[in-house]
């Protein structure tokens, strides 16, 4: 991809996808949603699951499967709140680069 992923557009990717389960999902899976949209290592994706936790945008659990803990995170109603920001800030944005690359509107 040619243009870069800030830690903000990142953080909103990640806020959706966890968003979309309910009950809440796990990192793995996470991963995977993600690079839908983007090409992100797990290495790259844990950091900001730790970092949208600190900012109680997540909650962790764990869940036993197989004989194995797996980790489980899910958004809080300060998440939802942030990523309901996040989506009105990338419409305007996103919006307003269609427009210039497009040529409707001239800088």
């Known amino acids: 991809m040619a243009f870069g992923v800030g830690a903000a557009l990142l953080d909103a990717i990640v806020l959706a996808v966890v968003s979309k389960e309910e009950e ?3 990192g793995y899976k996470i991963t995977q949603d993600v690079r839908r949209a983007i090409e992100i290592s797990e290495s790259t994706l844990y950091p900001v699951l730790r970092r949208l936790q600190k900012y109680q945008y997540l909650i962790v659990y764990d869940v036993e499967c ?9 958004i809080t109603k300060a998440g939802s709140g942030k990523l309901e920001e996040y989506k009105t800030e990338w419409s305007d944005y996103s919006s307003k680069i269609s427009k210039l690359l497009s040529g409707e509107e001239r800088a």
């Open 24 to 26: 809440g999902t796990y």
């Open 66 to 74: 197989g004989g194995r803990n797996r980790r489980y995170y899910k």
